[in-house]
């Protein structure tokens, strides 16, 4: 079994393109964090609008909004830690600088975004409790 970029099978000789399935696993893990994230604006939304027709004093309504916020950053959160891996395996598939570059800018973005989002959804929590 010989290994450029194909799988070689000793029976029958079928060829499995590993390059295209891993190009294809790359646009279902795209699909998949983008599901997420509108899943994740979906409920947020639904939820938004339960609140708001309720008829709760403005106070609590106001704390479950902040809530619901924080489940939508959660969904965000883990959109984006897939979209990474989407990249991950993009650049190791691709490996010209350029693409590494880019790949380090992405982390960089999504990795502040990620902490700012976390830090945020910790200190509402907080709020919230005491």
């Known amino acids: 079994m010989v290994f450029t970029g194909k799988l070689y099978s000793n029976k029958g ?7 295209k399935i891993l190009e ?15 899943w994740g604006v979906f409920l947020c939304l639904i939820n938004f609008i339960k609140l708001e027709i309720s008829t709760n004093n403005r106070s ?3 704390k479950k909004i ?5 489940y939508l950053g959660s969904y965000i959160l883990l959109g984006l830690e897939i979209l990474i891996s989407a990249d991950i395996i993009d650049s190791i598939l691709n490996p010209t600088m350029h693409d ?5 800018a992405i982390v960089i973005i999504r990795t502040v975004i990620s902490y700012f989002l976390n830090k945020e959804m910790k200190a509402t929590e907080n709020n919230q409790s005491s």
Do not use: C, E, F, Y
């Open 100 to 104: 590494i570059l880019r790949l380090a």
């Open 24 to 38: 294809i696993l790359i646009i279902v893990l795209q699909g998949l964090s983008i599901t997420i994230i509108v």
């Open 66 to 70: 902040t809530s619901a916020k924080n």
């Open 60 to 62: 609590n309504i106001v």
């Open 13 to 19: 000789g079928a060829v499995l393109d590993i390059k």
